[in-house]
């Protein structure tokens, strides 16, 4: 493995990455250095000890999609090829050959699973126990019962499509509309959608069809009311729209009226 590493601006100094705690950025350059020359870390546990991380720090990376990981435990930089290039004389394959070819690599040189395990993710990005509607406290019990029946087994790892289908038929094309309702009025939301995902589903099929409600009426609605915030980078995120303590689709079932006194912009 080289002893060099390199990091582009483009990733770094982006404000999702800088919005990052501190030790959560120090993991992210910690495991950059320790991955081999196709962007895997074995070992990230250990990786996370020695640079002082936490795990939650871990599960940040994940759920801002900077780091992918895998139900064997390894994880992949997700724009490692946008960081480094290293030269065929000196370039060595990584020995995670199961792991790499559940990748792609798009146009502009990240990677992206094509086999996802969105109950395994849901263990692993989840920072807190999640609240519904009424605001009782759902239990891992009750998540893990809707996907029981594709939780892996010596013979069976669950795929994106089995999950899906076991879900709801109707997830996919609901959470399309919501998720393109957000990155429409604000490109923070690109790298969200697998986080996103993870917090849609939990949602009842009634409060699934009143996120995509909410969502459209809180577009129009900022875009009316903050027409000097172009980009949105002031409007709530497609996460904390969800579950967040602030603006949330229970809010905007109905567009409200234009306002009478401006008002200050949401929260990122």
């Known amino acids: 493995m080289a002893q060099r590493r390199m990091f582009s601006k483009k990733i770094v100094e982006t404000d999702l990455f800088m919005e990052m705690p501190p030790t959560a950025k120090i993991l992210y350059f910690y495991l950059n250095m320790s991955a081999d020359d196709d962007g895997f870390v074995g070992n990230p546990k250990t990786i996370k000890l020695i640079s002082g991380a936490t795990d939650d720090d871990l599960k940040i990376l994940i759920a801002k999609q900077f780091i992918i990981p895998f139900d064997s435990g390894v994880i992949v930089i997700k724009d490692w090829k946008i960081h480094n290039y290293i030269q065929k004389d000196r370039y060595n394959q990584t020995q995670y050959l199961d792991e790499k070819k559940q990748l792609l690599v798009e146009e502009n040189g990240t ?158």
């Open 111 to 268: 990677y992206t699973k094509c086999i996802q395990n969105v109950s395994g993710l849901d263990t692993q990005v989840r920072l807190g126990k999640s609240k519904d509607r009424s605001g009782e406290v759902r239990t891992e019990k009750e998540r893990e019962k809707k996907l029981e029946k594709f939780q892996p087994t010596s013979n069976q790892v669950p795929t994106e499509i089995d999950i899906e289908k076991e879900i709801d038929k109707d997830t996919n094309s609901l959470l399309s509309v919501y998720f393109e309702t957000f990155t429409k009025l604000a490109m923070k939301n690109n790298k969200l959608r697998e986080a996103v995902k993870i917090e849609f589903v939990k949602l009842s099929d009634s409060q699934k069809e009143q996120a995509v409600i909410g969502a459209k009426n809180y577009y129009q609605w900022y875009k009316r009311e903050k027409s000097d915030d172009s980009t949105g980078k002031f409007s709530v995120n497609a996460i904390n729209f969800i579950n967040g303590n602030k603006e949330t689709f229970d809010d905007f079932q109905v567009l409200p009226q234009l306002s009478t006194q401006p008002r200050l912009g949401g929260y990122i």
